[in-house]
């Protein structure tokens, strides 16, 4: 079985650019989740989604950062514009839905932002 | 929101030693406990979890947790580490009325042949 896949799997870009990363959850999961993931701050959730329906956004990252489920085999995360500080691991991870069951991770997008 | 705390960034030990990961979390209300493994470069991959019942739980490859109402901790064993184990384990809180699981800084552990 595919687990989660994540593309690009490592992004550079300049700063005030968009970038788009991408997230294909494990077939049939119907939460997703978006992390970012740094040294200093560890896991910080960016966005959940159940059943394609944003369940929580982190609320520190409202303003440039844009995560969207368009299909239930497809998310995106929208950084708009970008900024060094952004510069981090994005992970995404899916379930079968519920608190109860554990999270598979994808491999995550190093994004380096210049 | 529900929050956990991993009090040591740093462990290490030797091959065949025993080791203990802490965890502690702050919630008021029921939640799942978890612990996840991430090697250099990867994602991270479940190794167990709690909810209720036995208040030590086993997962894989020797590792097992145990859980403490009264600290309000979830304290993650191995009795023999092999260098494999080297990794960063994080400890995550899921609360019962399904918000998104918190995770922990992160322990990064060493383990010397």
């Known amino acids: 079985d595919a687990g989660v896949t994540q593309t690009p799997r490592h992004e550079v870009a300049e700063k005030g650019q968009t970038i788009i990363l991408k997230c294909e959850p494990v077939s049939g999961h119907n939460d997703l989740f978006w992390y970012r993931q740094t040294k200093i701050q560890g896991l910080e959730l960016l966005s959940y989604f159940r059943s394609k329906s944003l369940m929580e956004d982190g609320g520190a990252f409202k303003d440039r950062f844009k995560a969207e489920m368009l299909n239930s085999s497809f998310s995106t995360l929208k950084i708009q514009p970008t900024e060094p500080k952004d510069s981090a691991v994005y992970l995404c991870a899916s379930s079968f839905g519920g608190s109860s069951y554990e999270q598979y991770f994808g491999p995550g997008t190093r994004l380096t932002v210049l | 929101t529900q929050t956990v705390s991993q009090s040591d960034a740093h462990v290490t030990v030797f091959e065949g030693d025993s080791v203990e990961l802490r965890c502690n979390y702050s919630?008021?209300?029921?939640?799942?406990l978890s612990w996840y493994i991430q090697h250099h470069g990867r994602g991270l991959q479940f190794l167990l979890k709690?909810?209720?019942?036995?208040?030590v739980v086993q997962g894989v490859n020797g590792f097992e947790a145990e859980f403490s109402k009264s600290d309000s901790s979830f304290h993650l064993r191995k009795a023999s580490v092999h260098w494999s184990d080297s990794a960063v384990y994080f400890c995550a809180v899921s609360a019962i009325n399904n918000n998104a699981p918190r995770f922990g800084a992160g322990t990064k552990l060493t383990v010397k042949p």
């Open positions: 709690y909810y209720s019942g036995n208040p």
């Open positions: 919630y008021g209300g029921s939640i799942y």
